[in-house]
Every structure is written in C-alpha cells, then in structure tokens.
C-alpha cells in the first residue's frame, strides 16, 4: 500500500471559505445568498472582483490562522499516527513566498508532520499540470468539488 495520499487543501485540510467568508464581512461585504458557493453570486460581485479579493485574502497574514475542516484533523493525524500515512498536500494558494510559508506554518500547527510536502500553485490555477506525474502510480487524490474531481479523473 502507497503510504502517501495526494490531498487538496482548501475545503478538505481547512475551511478556507469560512475564513473568507469572515475576512469579507470584516471588509463590509454582505453575503446576499447562503445556497451558493460561488462567491461572486454569494456576494453580488463580479467574477473580476471576486478573483482580485480571494488573492488578497489568499496573500494576506489572515491564510496562516485557516480553522480545519470539519473533522480533518481528528482523521488525518489518525491516519499518520497508527497506519504511517503522510499527505502531500497540492494547493491552489498564491506563489507568493510568504504565502507558501503561513500556508505551511498552518499546517504544522494543526496536522503536526502528516504533511510530508506542500506544493502551492497559482491563485486559482488548474491542479491537472501537477497532478500529472502521480497519474497511474496508484495514490489516492482528496479533493472537495465534484466538478474537479471529475476532471481530474477524465481530463476534461
């Protein structure tokens, strides 16, 4: 068995849209919809402005303080601790240096060595390119939306 498990981080590790959703309020922004995940339609913003906030929000001090997710602690250090299972975590953070360091700072804090690499991608940017190298090596990947996991698996 692959002692390695690849994993998202956002929505899977942490509650990165919880702590979004408290850094925007903070900011003034009012949610409009609770039923969405879409920002933009959650906060009555256009596509252009969401993007720009989410890469503050994700550059900005706030990203190394991100709760965890649900019960992701609890399962994650449980994994490591009696069965040697590490996670490698594939983010879609910022390149920023600074960024990458709280991103893995948080980590440490909350899943202690599980973590054995942390690699952050662009705001935004499409998992596929560093996923890539793993395809057919038989690890498992985590991930939070349907949608990706989906086109991850078929390409598309």
């Known amino acids: 068995m692959n002692k390695i498990v690849l994993t998202d981080c956002d929505g899977v590790l942490?509650?990165?849209?919880?702590?979004?959703?408290?850094?925007?309020?903070?900011?003034?922004?009012?949610?409009?919809?609770?039923?969405?995940?879409?920002?933009?339609?959650r906060y009555g913003i256009t596509k252009q402005e969401g993007?720009?906030?989410?890469?503050?929000?994700?550059?900005?001090?706030?990203?190394?303080?991100?709760?965890?997710?649900?019960?992701?602690?609890?399962?994650v250090r449980r994994m490591y601790e009696e069965h040697g299972i590490r996670f490698r975590v594939i983010t879609s953070?910022?390149?920023?240096?600074?960024?990458?360091?709280?991103?893995?700072?948080?980590l440490q804090k909350l899943f202690g060595d599980a973590n054995e690499k942390v690699i952050c991608l662009g705001t935004g940017a499409d998992k596929d390119e560093a996923l890539a190298p793993y395809k057919d090596s038989g690890m498992f990947w985590l991930e939070d939306k349907v949608e990706n996991a989906i086109g991850i698996v078929t390409g598309k």
């Open 51 to 75: 993007k720009g906030l989410i890469k503050i929000f994700n550059e900005c001090a706030a990203i190394g303080f991100l709760p965890p997710q649900r019960d992701a602690m609890y399962y």
């Open 14 to 41: 942490l509650n990165w849209e919880y702590a979004f959703d408290c850094w925007l309020e903070e900011r003034g922004y009012k949610r409009l919809r609770t039923d969405v995940y879409d920002i933009n339609e």
């Open 93 to 106: 953070l910022s390149t920023d240096p600074y960024a990458k360091k709280l991103r893995a700072r948080n």
